[in-house]
T-cell receptor
Framework: DVKVTQSSRYLVKRTGEKVFLECVQD?????MFWYRQDPGLGLRLIYF???????EKGDIPEGYSVSREKKERFSLILESASTNQTSMYLC????????????FGPGTRLTVT | AQSVTQPDIHITVSEGASLELRCNYS??????LFWYVQSPGQGLQLLLK??????LVQGIKGFEAEFKRSQSSFNLRKPSVHWSDAAEYFC????????????FGQGTELSVKP
């Protein structure tokens, strides 16, 4: 059974902290994605990666960076967390050549106070 | 610009009743269309997809959707809703114009009355 796991279900951080959200997939997928989900806005793509050490900006990359040192792991980094980054963060993965059929993790609900 | 609109933020149906969730898209070429479902506390799961061919597509859990190019719509249907169908549903569009990325609609939350 395919699986995408995220390091935390709930996270509370203070403004200005550096925050790491981790995502691991066990399906040997080449593509990995980070989204944020906000009520009324659906899912918006932050960054995606189609190979180790490769990354591309999505629609809302400002304030975020990513790291992919190993195929199975894709990290989202908030360099200096702000209250407007309070959100649900979803990680997903897909096989090479098919970026549309994505497998999602359960999400991390991040609150920045 | 490409976009997806789900006009209904929240829908309530009785268990056993039929369901139709609306999705309209704006896309400059032939789109690839998807419906994803997010059950409470879980990530999204792909329900069904349309790439080409037959405009009526079948998915998992008894769902189907129909692509209507003339109406730029891809509505999701189910003939008889079960309580376990209560979830949030997302329509999404992708294609070459999007560089392989998906654009998601705002989501429709479905509640099921016993």
């Amino acid at each position: 059974d395919v699986k995408v796991t995220q390091s935390s279900r709930y996270l509370v951080k203070r403004t200005g902290e550096k925050v790491f959200l981790e995502c691991v997939q066990d399906m040997d997928h080449e593509n990995m994605f980070w989204y944020r989900q906000d009520p009324g806005l659906g899912l918006r793509l932050i960054y995606f990666s189609y190979d180790v050490k490769m990354k591309e900006k999505g629609d809302i990359p400002e304030g975020y960076s990513v790291s992919r040192e190993k195929k199975e792991r894709f990290s989202l980094i908030l360099e200096s967390a702000s209250t407007n980054q309070t959100s649900m963060y979803l990680c997903a993965s897909s096989v090479a050549g098919n970026t549309y059929e994505q497998y999602f993790g359960p999400g991390t609900r991040l609150t920045v106070t | 610009a490409q976009s997806v609109t789900q006009p209904d933020i929240h829908i309530t149906v009785s268990e056993g009743a039929s369901l139709e969730l609306r999705c309209n898209y704006s896309y400059g070429a032939t789109p690839y269309l998807f419906w994803y479902v997010q059950s409470p506390g879980q990530g999204l799961q792909l329900l069904l997809k349309y790439f080409s061919g037959d405009t009526l597509v079948q998915g998992i859990k008894g769902f189907e959707a129909e692509f209507k190019r003339s109406q730029s719509s891809f509505n999701l249907r189910k003939p008889s809703v079960h309580w376990s169908d209560a979830a949030e549903y997302f329509c999404a569009v992708g294609g070459y114009n999007q560089g392989g990325k998906l654009i998601f609609g705002q989501g429709t939350e479905l509640s099921v009355k016993p």
